[in-house]
C-alpha cells in the first residue's frame, strides 16, 4: 500500500514537473496561415521555441477576435499587427514592439481589371473589403489621404479572407498581400489592378511582433527569449524556402494552398524583409517617429497625444538579469576608486570627478540599473571597510594579467600607444626607419622588452614620469616619448607645447579592464555581461569625448550671466509666443509637401513615379478629346542595360540611371512631364506636340545623352531605344502605350542589328 502511495506521488511530481518544464504562450496571427507566419511556426517545429521553455500556440486570424485586446489582457499573449500599433500607443495601449519582420509593407489593394480601378480616386464609392489594422495602417491611410480622398466615400466591409468574393462581385476590393491573392489570379488568368502604397513612397513597418508592457514588465526574460527565439525560426525560414513552404503545406495549410504558391510567397517576403541586408527584426526610433508624424498630419491623433519612441521598442542590448543576479546587486555596495589629475581617465572638474573611467562606470551603472559610487583615493590598494562593499578600480596593461590576489574583467576599451615628437620630424610611417636614436617609453606600459625585440636599432630609455619625458623631449636628450596617446595629447594643450605633435600612433594597445578582489568574481561576471552588451557606438562616444582636453584661462563667468541671462529669458518668451504659430503652420505646409513629394516621385531618380506619370498621361487624353489638341508620348529604355548591371553592378547601374534621369529632365520642356515606368523605362508626355516635333526632340535627347561621361569607365558610352506615338482619335491609355511600346521595339531591333553589322565590320 505505502508502495502504492509513493508511486502515485511520483507519477504526480513528473506530471507537474512536465507541467511546470514549459510555459504556455499564445501568439496570435493577423491573418490566415501562410508563408506570412513562417518564421514562428519553424521556431516551434524546429524546437527553438522548446529549448527555451515554452509551449507556443499560433492561432491564425479570426473575425470575433480583437488581437489587441488579447495581448493586452493576458500576460502570456503575444501578437502580429500592422503599423496601426503607432496609433494604438498614440490612444494610449501599454504595448512593446519586439521586432518588425517586413521593413516595406507587402499590404495592397486588389481589384479586378474589369472594374477599372487604377488610381485611389478611382475607390469613391466603390466597396473595400479590408481589416480594421489595415485600414488604419500609416501605409494604407496614407496612400489615400494623399490623393485627398475622404474613407468616407469609401465602403468599408468586413474581411472574409476568401478571394473569391472578389472574383464574384461581392466586393470591388481586397487587401491583401502582394505575395498571395495576385498570384492566385495570375494562376486562373484573371487580369487585376492593384494599388500598391510602395508606389506613393509610403512603405512602412508590417508584420511586427508585439506584447503588452504588463508581459515584459513581469517576464521580462521571456519577452527576450520569444523575440530571439523567433528570429531564429525567421532565419532559418528565409534561407530555407523551400523545406519551410513544404512544413507550412504539411501542417499549417488551412487555406489549402499549393506548394508552388507557397515557395513564392516566401521569395517576395524574404525581399521585403530586407534579410539580405541584414535588416530582419529591424525597428528604428526615427522610422516610427516618421510614422507618428503621419498620422498627427491625417488628424488621427486628434488629441495630440505624444510619447517617447523609445519605450515603446524593445531595447536588444538591455540587461536582463534572473533572481539571483538582482538579489546580489541589492545586497551589495560597489564603488570605484579614482584619482584626481589622471587626465583624461579621471579628473576633477568644479569638484566633479569626470573622465573616460567615470562614463565606463556610469554605463555599467545604468545598464545595471544599480547605482555606483566614486572614492578619491591616493593608493593603489583595493580594500573593503564593509563586508557588503566591493571596491574596484581601472587598470591598464597590454594583455590580461592573472594574479592570486586579484581578478580582471575583459577589456573594456583598447587605448592607442602613441610617439610625440618636435615639429620639425618627418612623420614616422614605421619606427623601423630610425636607427641609432633615444626613445623614451613611458616606465608604466611595460613594453620595452617587446620594442627591443622588434626594433633592436632602436636605443628605448625608461622614463618614470610624463613630465620627465616631456623635459627630456624639449632638451634633446630623447628623439620620441612614447606613452598612451590619450595621457600625451592631453600634456601637449595643457602645457601649450606648441613646438610638439603626435608623430604617429604604433600598433600596440592598452586594454583597460576593471579590477577587484578575486573573492568579487561576481561582480566581474556582471561587469563582463554589461561589456557584452557595449556597442561600438557607445565605446567610441565615450571615447571621443576625450581626445582632446582644452584649457582656458580663468574667466568668471557667473558674473556676467546674472547680467544677461534675465535679458536673454524675456526675449526667448517674447519669441517663443510670436513664433509659435509661424511655426505650426511651416510644419505642417512642410509635412504637407513631403508627404505629396513621397506620394508623387521615384525615390531613385527623383522624377514622377508610375503612378503620377500615367495619371498625367491621362489627363492629357481627356485634355485632346475635348478640346482635339495633338498629344504624344514618348517611351524609352537603356540599351544594353543588363550588360553595364552584370558587369559593373546593380549599385553602379543605379548610377547610370540617375545620371540618364537628369539629362533627360534638363533637355525636354518646361510644358512636358517625365517619369519611371520601371526598371530602366521611362515616358514622356508631351502636350500640344505631333509627331514631326517629337522626332526633333527625340533627336536632341539622342545627342545629348552621346556626351554623358562617368568616372568609372569613361569608355562607357549610352544611348536609349526611344518609341513613339501621337495621341488619334479614340485612343486610350493601354493604346496609346502599346503603339509607344511596338515603336520602341522597332527601335530596338535596329539598335541590335546596327551593332551586330558593326561587330563585323
Not at 314 to 339: A, P, Q, S
Not at 341 to 354: Q, V
Not at 509 to 518: A, G, H, K, S
Not at 536 to 557: A, F, G, R, V
Request: aromatic residues 12%; charged residues 25%.
Amino acid at each position: 500500500m505505502i508502495i502504492k502511495k509513493l508511486l502515485i506521488i511520483l507519477l504526480l511530481f513528473i506530471f507537474n514537473a512536465q507541467i511546470n518544464a514549459n510555459q504556455n504562450i499564445t501568439l496570435y496571427l493577423d491573418w490566415l496561415n501562410q508563408f506570412q507566419f513562417a518564421g514562428y511556426y519553424i521556431a516551434k517545429e524546429k524546437g527553438y521555441y522548446e529549448n527555451i521553455g515554452l509551449n507556443v500556440e499560433i492561432k491564425e486570424s479570426n473575425k470575433d477576435i480583437n488581437i489587441l485586446d488579447k495581448v493586452i489582457n493576458n500576460e502570456n499573449s503575444y501578437g502580429i499587427g500592422k503599423s496601426s500599433l503607432i496609433l494604438d500607443t498614440l490612444s494610449g495601449k501599454d504595448i512593446i514592439l519586439l521586432s518588425s519582420i517586413y521593413q516595406s509593407s507587402p499590404l495592397v489593394l486588389l481589384s479586378l481589371k474589369s472594374l477599372n480601378i487604377k488610381t485611389i480616386k478611382d475607390l469613391k464609392n466603390k466597396k473595400i473589403m479590408i481589416t480594421n489594422d489595415a485600414i488604419e495602417a500609416t501605409s494604407i491611410k496614407s496612400m489615400i489621404t494623399s490623393q485627398n480622398l475622404n474613407l468616407n466615400d469609401i465602403k468599408i466591409q468586413k474581411h472574409t479572407f476568401n478571394i473569391e468574393d472578389l472574383i464574384n462581385g461581392k466586393t470591388d476590393v481586397m487587401a491583401c498581400y502582394l505575395s498571395n491573392e495576385p498570384h492566385i489570379l495570375e494562376k486562373r488568368n484573371i487580369e487585376y489592378n492593384i494599388i500598391d502604397p510602395n508606389e506613393y513612397n509610403f512603405n512602412f513597418y508590417e508584420g511586427i511582433l508585439f506584447t503588452s508592457k504588463k508581459e515584459l514588465l513581469n517576464n521580462s526574460i521571456r519577452v527576450q527569449d520569444f523575440n530571439e527565439a523567433s528570429l531564429k525560426g525567421w532565419k532559418y525560414a528565409f534561407e530555407n524556402i523551400e523545406e519551410t513552404a513544404k512544413i507550412i503545406f504539411e501542417k499549417y495549410n488551412t487555406q489549402n494552398k499549393s506548394l508552388e504558391d507557397l515557395i513564392y510567397e516566401g521569395k517576395i517576403l524574404k525581399k521585403l524583409s530586407k534579410y539580405n541586408e541584414g535588416l530582419l527584426g529591424d525597428i528604428s526610433a526615427e522610422k516610427i517617429d516618421e510614422i507618428k508624424k503621419i498620422y498627427t498630419f491625417l488628424g488621427l491623433n486628434k488629441d495630440n497625444n505624444k510619447f517617447d519612441t523609445n519605450s515603446i521598442i524593445l531595447n536588444k542590448t538591455k540587461i536582463i538579469l534572473n533572481k539571483e543576479k538582482l538579489d546580489y546587486l541589492r545586497n551589495n555596495h560597489f564603488t570605484l576608486l579614482v584619482e584626481d589629475n589622471k587626465i583624461p581617465f579621471s579628473f576633477k572638474l568644479t569638484n566633479e570627478f569626470k573622465g573616460i573611467e567615470i562614463d565606463f562606470w556610469d554605463f555599467i551603472s545604468k545598464k545595471l540599473n544599480k547605482p555606483f559610487n566614486l572614492e578619491e583615493t591616493i593608493s593603489n590598494k583595493l580594500f573593503n571597510i564593509f563586508s557588503n562593499t566591493i571596491k574596484a578600480r581601472f587598470v591598464y596593461s597590454l594583455k590580461k594579467i592573472t594574479s592570486d590576489k586579484y581578478i580582471l574583467s575583459n577589456s573594456i576599451a583598447q587605448i592607442p600607444i602613441a610617439i610625440v615628437t618636435k615639429n620639425d620630424k618627418n612623420y614616422i610611417s614605421d619606427l623601423s626607419v630610425l636607427e641609432n636614436v633615444k626613445i623614451g617609453v613611458f616606465d608604466s606600459l611595460k613594453i620595452i622588452p617587446i620594442l627591443e625585440k622588434e626594433y633592436p636599432n632602436i636605443k628605448f630609455v625608461k622614463i618614470d614620469s610624463i613630465d620627465n619625458g616631456f623635459y627630456k623631449l624639449k632638451n634633446n636628450e630623447i628623439f620620441g616619448f612614447i606613452d598612451n596617446i590619450y595621457a600625451l595629447s592631453h600634456n601637449i594643450n595643457k602645457n601649450k607645447l606648441h613646438n610638439l605633435k603626435i608623430n604617429t600612433t604604433l600598433n600596440y594597445f592598452l586594454n583597460m579592464f576593471l579590477q577587484v578582489e578575486n573573492k568579487d568574481k561576481e561582480f566581474v561576471e556582471l561587469v563582463n555581461y554589461t561589456i557584452s552588451k557595449l556597442t561600438k557606438n557607445e565605446q567610441k562616444s565615450i571615447l571621443n569625448n576625450y581626445q582632446q582636453i582644452l584649457y582656458h584661462d580663468s574667466i568668471t563667468y557667473l558674473q556676467i550671466l546674472k547680467f544677461i541671462l534675465p535679458l536673454v529669458l524675456l526675449l526667448i518668451i517674447f519669441l517663443f509666443f510670436n513664433l509659435r504659430l509661424k511655426k505650426e503652420i511651416e510644419k505642417r505646409k512642410k509635412a504637407e509637401i513631403e508627404l505629396l513629394k513621397l506620394a508623387n516621385k521615384d525615390s531613385l531618380t527623383n522624377i514622377y513615379n508610375r503612378r503620377k506619370i500615367e495619371e498625367i498621361c491621362e489627363h492629357e487624353l481627356l485634355r485632346s478629346k475635348r478640346y482635339l489638341t495633338q498629344f504624344s508620348i514618348i517611351f524609352f529604355d537603356l540599351n544594353d542595360f543588363k550588360l553595364i548591371n552584370d558587369k559593373f553592378g546593380h549599385h553602379i547601374g543605379d548610377v547610370v540611371l540617375i545620371k540618364v534621369a537628369q539629362i533627360i529632365n534638363k533637355h525636354i520642356r518646361q510644358t512636358d512631364s517625365f517619369g519611371r515606368w520601371g526598371g530602366d523605362e521611362f515616358l514622356i508626355v508631351l502636350p500640344q506636340t505631333n509627331k514631326e516635333q517629337t522626332k526633333s526632340i527625340i533627336f536632341g535627347l539622342e545627342r545629348n545623352l552621346n556626351t554623358i561621361e562617368f568616372e568609372f569607365d569613361k569608355s562607357l558610352k549610352i544611348s536609349c531605344s526611344f518609341g513613339f506615338t501621337e495621341y488619334e482619335k479614340d485612343d486610350t491609355l493601354d493604346s496609346l502605350l502599346k503603339k509607344a511600346d511596338e515603336s520602341m521595339y522597332i527601335a530596338k531591333a535596329n539598335y541590335k542589328k546596327l551593332k551586330k553589322n558593326q561587330s563585323k565590320d
